[in-house]
Each structure stands twice: as C-alpha cells, then as structure tokens.
C-alpha cells in the first residue's frame, strides 16, 4: 500500500497561457495545404484540459467553427483519437468511452472496467450526467442492457456511486472479511452478492483493514482467492475494484502493461488511461511502470508506436531524458 505517496499527473496548467494566440496558431495549422501535426502536438499535449477548453472557445469565436470537428476532419487513425480525446472535459471523456463500449458492435466489458473499477464517487457522478446530456441516455440502464449476470450487477452496483468516503470501523473488517472468505469457498449467487456488495460500498480506509483480515483468516491474498475461485468478466471486474483499492497507479501500470506486451499494443485502452489519467496520476503510474517491469513506458511506447502518434503519446506521458 502506498498511502503517504505524493501522487501526480504528467500535464499541469501552461505558464503565460494565451488562448487566443492558440486558436490562431491551432488555426493555421489545420488551415495549411498539410495539416501541421507537430504544432497541434506541442499545443494541446502541453495545456491541461481547463486551458484546452478555453482555446476552443477562443477558436469557436475567431472561426465559427468547432475545434473538435476540425481535428476529427483533418486527422485520422490513432492520431486522430489521441488529439480529440484530450478536447474532451475528464466526465464527457469517461462517458464517451463507455457509451462506445457499450454500444460498439461488441461491448468492450474491460473499458467498463477499467472506468467504473477506478474512479470517485463524484467522478462516478459527473460522467452519468456528461452521459445522460451527451447521448440523451441513462448510464445504468445501458448497462443494465448491454451486460449480463453478476457481472452486470457489481457494475450497476458501481455506477450509483455510493461507496462510503472516509469512513473506517476496525470492528466489523473481520466480520466482512469472514463474509468474502466465505463467498470464496461456496459461491453461490448470495455470496457472489454479498461478495460485491462489500466490495463496491465500503470505503478505501474499510477495505485495507477488510484486506489484511482477509489476509489472516485465509493465509492468502484476496486477488489469489478471487482468481481461484471465480472466473470471466466478474472475477477480472472483482480483482480490478481490488486493485484500485490498494493502489490505482499500480493497477493502471498493470493495464498498460497487458495492453501494450499482452494484446499486441491495445490502441484504444493505451490512449484511454495515458489520457484520463494525465493530470491525476500518469507521472506516478509511470514510476509504478518502471519499478514492476523494470523498462520505462516511455521506452515501452517507443517501441511500439510511430509518426505523429507516438509522438502526441510520448508528450502526453512526459517522458525524461534517461527514459528514452
């Protein structure tokens, strides 16, 4: 557990901002015979997301056109994702993915995971009206509708965002962990119920106490026991919430990892968390990176990606010289 961790993101608010400089600059660049891509990079990579806003609206106001309609007109493939996705605000880009996970030709259940496994329950909150004003839809309804079993019900579960804040009670942690100890050994629906349940609604500071006693009663870790005893999209959403409850740099680490060595370089799931996670923690998930596989995302990246792609994904990761 990293608790006293000073946790930090990779993009921070420019110095001497000038939106209206940008939106000229932005505006010469995709008014060219060739789309400038370096000055797009060096532009939107380096403002943080409240500034990019801005620049938009200085844009809006200097053209009459959308900023992002331009980018989605001129540039194309994984470019062309990196760049719009950072226009997003952080809700409207959680609720875009989700919408596209859910209602893609396949729903792509470790996006759902991903998002709904990791963030606040005011983070939770935002993204369900940036949905609801985006896509005239109901998160939960969608999911309710696009997924299945106890899978369905820990996401739903997740997306009311009720989790205890703050709140710790040493005395009912064995309790609670007796109660997971049991849904490990007899796995019947109640105890798959009981098991999310405690999972989803108990505050961080509960379930560290909830993990350790785990940790005593059985002898093994609960990550082990989960992957023992259950499998599929609800054993990877269950190991997911516990990963995120221990720490969430590392969990997200481990997601780049799988997505880059696993999955033959995971486009969509490497732009998602690179650009979620940049202004609340990628510098950390890069240490945790780093420190667990022993070569740098940075380098990791390099290797895999090319042109103007690899570069708008290196900006955004904020790599160090010894990286390279």
């Known amino acids: 557990m990293y608790c006293g961790d000073y946790i930090q993101g990779t993009i921070f608010p420019?110095?001497?901002?000038?939106?209206?400089?940008?939106?000229?600059?932005?505006?010469?660049?995709?008014?060219?015979?060739?789309?400038?891509?370096?000055?797009?990079?060096?532009i939107l990579t380096q403002r943080c997301n409240s500034q990019r806003l801005m620049i938009a609206e200085a844009y809006r106001d200097m053209y009459g056109r959308d900023l992002m309609t331009d980018l989605k007109e001129n540039l194309s493939h994984h470019f062309k994702e990196v760049m719009v996705g950072l226009?997003?605000?952080?809700?409207?880009?959680d609720a875009h993915e989700l919408w596209h996970a859910l209602k893609g030709v396949n729903?792509?259940?470790?996006?759902?995971?991903?998002?709904?496994?990791?963030?606040?329950?005011?983070?939770?909150?935002?993204?369900?009206?940036?949905?609801?004003?985006?896509?005239n839809s109901d998160l939960q309804q969608d999911l309710d509708s696009e997924t299945s079993g106890h899978f369905r019900d820990t996401l739903m579960n997740l997306a009311q965002g009720t989790r205890m804040e703050g709140y710790a009670d040493p005395s009912t942690a064995a309790q609670d962990a007796m109660i997971l100890w049991e849904a490990c050994q007899q796995k019947t629906g109640e105890h798959k119920n009981m098991l999310q349940m405690i999972l989803c609604n108990r505050s961080y500071q509960q379930l560290w106490m909830v993990f350790q006693e785990f940790q005593s009663i059985s002898g093994q870790d609960l990550v082990d026991a989960i992957n023992d005893c259950y499998d599929g999209y609800f054993q990877e959403l269950l190991v997911a919430i516990v990963l995120c409850v221990r720490d969430k740099p590392s969990y997200f680490a481990y997601r780049l990892y799988n997505a880059i060595h696993d999955f033959g370089f995971h486009n969509k799931t490497v732009i998602r968390i690179l650009i979620a996670r940049s202004e609340i923690d990628l510098m950390t998930i890069r240490q945790r990176y780093k420190?667990?596989?022993?070569?740098?995302?940075?380098?990791?990246?390099?290797?895999?990606?090319?042109?103007?792609?690899?570069?708008?994904?290196?900006?955004?990761?904020?790599?160090d010289v010894e990286d390279y």
Not at 23 to 41: F, M, P, T, W
Not at 107 to 135: G, H, P, V, W
């Open 291 to 319: 420190e667990r596989y022993g070569k740098s995302l940075f380098h990791d990246i390099k290797h895999f990606a090319s042109g103007h792609y690899e570069s708008a994904l290196l900006a955004i990761c904020a790599g």
């Open 87 to 93: 226009m997003y605000p952080p809700a409207s880009y």
């Open 107 to 135: 729903t792509e259940e470790k996006c759902l995971i991903d998002i709904l496994a990791s963030r606040s329950n005011m983070e939770i909150f935002q993204m369900k009206e940036a949905y609801l004003t985006q896509y």
């Open 14 to 42: 420019a110095p001497n901002f000038n939106p209206i400089m940008d939106a000229q600059l932005l505006g010469g660049a995709l008014q060219g015979i060739s789309c400038e891509k370096d000055v797009l990079i060096d």
